[in-house]
Nanobody, 123 residues
Framework: QVQLVESGGGSVQAGGSLRLSCAAS????????MYWFRQAPREERERVAA????????YYADAVKGRFTISQDNVKNTVYLQMNSLKPEDTAMYYC????????????????WGQGTQVTVSS
């Protein structure tokens, strides 16, 4: 069974930074795509970043482009989301997911999800 465990969330002031981690365990299967999603109260879940684990190519939602960076450490089986210049509108529960398809395109899918980590940005 695959397990994804997020950490690194917290409360920061606008302009601050956080780094989220997603540690994968319990499998030898390697996802083609790793994702970070977020969901704010009363909002739909949105994909904010994606990483093709083989090619290293990345995708970012327009709202976070230039501020967030997704990366991976293959030795640690961990994916990161570095979030800089945080804004109050970045406040949400952040989820890590593993899957495949077109990581940055419309035809992607997710197979495994983490439990989420809360990020709160105050003005």
């Amino acid at each position: 069974q695959v397990q994804l465990v997020e950490s690194g969330g917290g409360s920061v002031q606008a302009g601050g930074s956080l780094r989220l981690s997603c540690a994968a365990s319990g499998y030898t299967y390697r996802a083609n795509c790793m994702y970070w999603f977020r969901q704010a109260p009363r909002e739909e879940r949105e994909r904010v970043a994606a990483l093709h684990t083989g090619a290293g190519s990345t995708y970012y939602a327009d709202a976070v482009k230039g501020r967030f960076t997704i990366s991976q450490d293959n030795v640690k089986n961990t994916v990161y989301l570095q979030m800089n210049s945080l804004k109050p509108e970045d406040t949400a529960m952040y989820y890590c997911a593993a899957g495949g398809g077109q990581c940055g395109g419309n035809s992607y899918y997710t197979t495994y999800w983490g439990q989420g980590t809360q990020v709160t940005v105050s003005s």
